[in-house]
């Protein structure tokens, strides 16, 4: 330690002389200090406390020595694991510092700021935060700038500690933006400003806030650390900022780009061929969106490049650090002709790092002996620690691959190792990828593990996997789900009545969706109202009506509302957790399905609707997404939700998917029929018999065709003909009721026409895929459609098919993809102008709203660019205007107040304002 006592005079009643006395305190003091340094922090408390007592005798519990003794027993006690005990010290000696030196005495300062370290040590981040901030602003207003940066970095890292890192991110701003301005860019602590930015604002998904008005700082943070040589990180930020440029601004904005040419640039500086040649794709498709295709110079030299990318990012390489490696080859010692298993690396590592060696439990274990399932289980528990699976690993003599091993790789995605013992500790091996069942050989590079060490993974948040324990609960018919551990955040409730929350999986139309479980570990989604629209009686009473009227609903095919209770503060209800992909998942993964298979499933949803409206229940938003699939039938979610949006939104009259809509829907009736539901039945018939949607791709087309009764039946079994086009009669009142669609479809003895219907192997796979993965993975399969569901819903990796996508249904296109393709024809649709009637201009932007909400989610920019355009073509109307100032509030607080359709709405309603009389 530093020795800050100091001589006295006099005599201590031992006869010592003052300075012997101060010199044996010295010895002890550097003797505990070894102790505490050398790994032994108790023993160094010990030391200490007994030096205390004797300066507190001699030379006194005033002197100098004395407190700075006690100074350091306050350390040691805090490093020996007595966080609590180190606050308590460090509290009694600032206050005696105080008393005895004064409070700016350099002593007393450096006791407060060990004493609000401790604070957070000690578990209470929050108030070393205080602290920090009480010490940064009276060392500003000294003039003290260093002193005052440090202690704004102390307060940004427990910041982050407490889990506030858009505070963190906040102060990590302002300490680099003060120092460049008052220390320079050279500056040692201008450096440390801008790597604690770097660093947080690097792992941060976007920035520290939302919208246009936080972008740039994204943006600056990305040059950082593509400055700082951290390539990789800046190539994924710069993705981020792709994304969030093309939420906000559009997919062929300027903007967005920019970030797609920043991106491409730090990807080839990486060497990352493979993730280049994906950066280029990109670039391209977004020339292409802004009419700057093929012709153009700039796409040719660009397209040119990205082929010859691609053509040496074919030469796969296969990176395996020399720990691992090593580790492998005595696996492979150890069992040379048995022994298999996976090859994994770090999250965001680029190399293998991890070895998890795999037995099917047998005498004799094989691959292949290991059921798909398992090894999804296996693949599970790898991410679950962390890792990614990139390879299987199989040790034989033989290093050639068998047709077995093929077909597993090739299903699961992942590269094929052959390692072969050689003996004195050799071993050969050779990998191989497989595309379409052949072979194709890949290079192996072993890494020096210092050189390449991997980031450390991200901490798990709300929308991470969720942990699992071991047990499993079955519930009834629904297929069990293995019991969940919370992973909710300090934000969420803790429990709506018994049911415990896990943690929040997204935000519907009208209230965020918890995944939930009861004390017996039945999993249940539920589903709240928000507390805007809780605080407005008649929302909240016609809210209260829906629910009651779906919890009356029971019935083999429904998923129905199991509790609820509307009367406290968050209204909510609760449904089963049902482990199943839905059928749009289904027709994504089976193409057209047979005619006995479209027949069993429409049986069972005509039946579902059948109970669904014997409870004065329609349900207006019948479609796949909404449907899921058991292996004994179909079962339909989110009946009365469509109701309930309406109620939160009076003014918006379409209710529903316009893909799957009714006529009398599109024309925004007031009120609407169980014969609606049939007509959406009708198109999902058509949908999963045809493999496509019966009325086009364009929403104007969908909308025009439905109305008109137009659809395009052309491969529609002849079996199925005579139902469909029944269920999709303009007129409601010529439609057949949906027992009359269950007794068509299922013609025979009445136990028949609850059989479960018959699947084909890829559906069946698929259903038993989704009961092996947490909860959290698949979701959205029970969320309602507008929540935003995570990008990744699969584990199987199936191998790229190519293909031209022109053709596909929007309903079948990954989320990316659906928001340039609806973007592209909102862009059209402005281009034609015209002299359309301000009515039907309306309804058609209210149209592609409604679209962008059901594909997108309320909250993409996309949706909400659109209903702030479709709010103010309704301005004049009654309640209009206030109606559109609510609208673009709400879009401001998405958006950020600067953004273009934000600023430029705001601008017109201040215009109509003045231009009222009055």
């Known amino acids: 330690m530093r020795w800050i006592g100091k001589r006295r005079n006099g005599t201590p009643e031992s006869g010592d002389p003052a300075a012997e006395v101060l010199a044996r305190l010295r010895e002890g003091s550097a003797s505990a200090e070894q102790d505490g340094r050398q790994g032994s922090p108790g023993k160094a408390v010990k030391r200490y406390r007994e030096l205390v007592v004797r300066a507190t005798s001699v030379p006194g519990p005033d002197d100098p020595a004395t407190l700075a003794l006690r100074h350091q027993l306050a350390h040691w006690t805090g490093e020996s694991g007595d966080a609590e005990g180190a606050v308590r010290l460090f509290a009694q000696l600032l206050s005696d510092r105080e008393r005895l030196q004064g409070s700016r005495h350099q002593d007393a300062g450096l006791a407060r700021h060990q004493l609000a370290h401790w604070y957070g040590r000690a578990g209470r981040a929050e108030e070393a935060v205080r602290r920090y901030e009480e010490m940064h602003r009276a060392a500003e207003q000294e003039g003290r700038t260093e002193a005052a940066l440090n202690l704004l970095c102390d307060m940004g890292h427990w910041q982050q500690q407490a889990g506030d890192n858009a505070a963190a991110l906040r102060t990590y701003t302002r300490m680099l933006k003060t120092a460049e301005d008052q220390l320079g860019g050279g500056h040692a602590l201008t450096g440390i400003a801008r790597q604690r930015y770097v660093e947080l604002a690097g792992g941060l998904p976007f920035g520290h806030e939302r919208g246009h008005d936080s972008l740039q700082d994204l943006v600056t943070a990305a040059a950082e650390v593509e400055r700082s040589g951290d390539l990789s990180r800046a190539s994924r930020m710069y993705g981020h900022i792709a994304e969030k440029c093309e939420q906000l601004y559009g997919a062929g904005s300027d903007r967005r780009l920019g970030a797609l040419v920043s991106q491409a640039k730090a990807a080839m500086r990486t060497e990352d061929l493979e993730e280049a040649v994906s950066c280029f794709g990109r670039v391209l498709a977004c020339m292409e969106l802004r009419g700057e295709g093929p012709g153009s110079p700039e796409y040719d030299t660009l397209s040119e490049q990205r082929d010859g990318l691609s053509r040496a990012a074919r030469e796969t390489t296969l990176h395996i650090g020399d720990a691992a490696g090593t580790l492998l080859a005595r696996q492979v010692e150890a069992a040379p002709a048995t022994a298999f298993g996976l090859l994994a690396g770090e999250n965001r590592a680029r190399h293998i790092t991890r070895i998890f060696p795999v037995s099917d439990g047998t005498g004799d274990p094989q691959p292949h002996k290991v059921s798909i399932e398992q090894w999804l289980g296996v693949i599970q528990r790898v991410a679950d620690q962390g890792c990614e699976a990139h390879a299987f690993y199989f040790a034989r003599a033989d290093r050639r691959p068998r047709p077995e091993e093929i077909a597993l790789c090739e299903r699961l995605g992942l590269l094929g190792v052959y390692v072969s013992n050689e003996g004195a500790g050799n071993v050969n091996v050779a990998a191989y990828s497989f595309r379409e069942g052949t072979p194709q050989a890949v290079s192996i590079v072993v890494v020096d593990e210092e050189q390449a060490a991997p980031e450390p993974a991200p901490a798990r948040g709300p929308g991470g996997a969720t942990a699992v324990h071991a047990e499993a609960e079955a519930l009834g018919e629904w297929r069990q789900v293995r019991r969940a551990t919370s992973a909710r955040t300090v934000e969420d409730p803790a429990a709506f009545g018994s049911y415990e929350v896990l943690e929040r999986v997204g935000e519907g139309g009208f209230g965020h969706v918890y995944l939930c479980q009861d004390p017996d570990g039945v999993m249940v989604a539920v589903k709240t109202l928000h507390a805007e629209y809780a605080a407005d009686s008649s929302i909240r009473e016609g809210f209260t009506h829906e629910v009651q009227a779906a919890r009356r609903v029971s019935g083999r095919f429904t998923v129905p509302v199991i509790a609820a209770d509307t009367s406290v503060d968050t209204p909510w209800m609760a449904v089963p957790f049902v482990a199943a992909p839905s059928l749009q998942e289904v027709a994504e993964r089976c193409g057209a399905l047979d005619t006995a298979t479209v027949r069993g499933i429409g049986a069972g949803i005509a039946n579902a609707l059948t109970a669904i409206h014997a409870e004065g229940i329609v349900h207006l938003d019948l479609k796949p997404a909404n449907v899921l699939l058991t292996e004994d039938g179909p ?48 198109t999902l018939l058509a949908r999963l018999a045809l493999g496509r949607l019966p009325w086009g791709r364009k929403v104007l087309a969908v909308m025009t065709n439905i109305c008109d009764g137009t659809p395009d039946m052309a491969g529609l079994p002849a079996e199925l003909e005579d139902v469909v086009r029944s269920c999709l009669q303009t007129d409601p009142a010529r439609r057949p009721t949906p027992a009359a669609v269950a007794a068509a479809l299922a013609a025979g003895p009445e136990a028949e026409r609850f059989a479960p219907p018959p699947l084909p192997a890829e559906a069946t796979t698929l259903i038993r895929e989704h009961a092996t993965l947490p909860a959290a993975r698949h979701f959205g399969t029970l969320v309602h459609t507008r929540v935003e569901r995570p990008d990744d819903t699969r584990v199987v990796a199936a191998p790229a098919t190519g293909g031209d996508t022109r053709d596909t249904p929007r309903e079948d296109r990954a989320p990316a993809t659906a928001a340039q393709d609806l973007e592209a024809q909102v862009l059209a649709w402005e281009r034609e102008g015209g002299t359309k009637p301000t009515e039907q201009v309306r309804r058609e932007c209210g149209a592609f709203a409604a679209e962008a909400r059901s594909r997108l989610g309320d909250d993409h920019p996309l949706a909400l660019r659109l209903k702030v355009s479709h709010a103010m073509l309704g301005y004049d109307g009654a309640g209009g205007t206030a109606y559109a100032e609510r609208v673009v509030d709400e879009a401001a607080v998405r958006l950020g107040d600067g953004h273009p359709t934000v600023r430029d709405a705001r601008a017109l309603l201040t215009a109509l304002r003045s231009a009222q009389p009055g």
Request: hydrophobic residues 35%; proline residues 6%.
């Open 635 to 682: 079962r339909v979610i989110d009946f009365g939700i469509a109701q309930i949006e309406r109620l939160t939104e009076p003014r918006s009259g379409f209710a529903g998917t316009y893909a799957y809509a009714s006529p009398e829907q599109i024309r925004e009736h007031e009120q609407f029929t169980p014969a609606s539901d049939v007509f959406s039945l009708g």
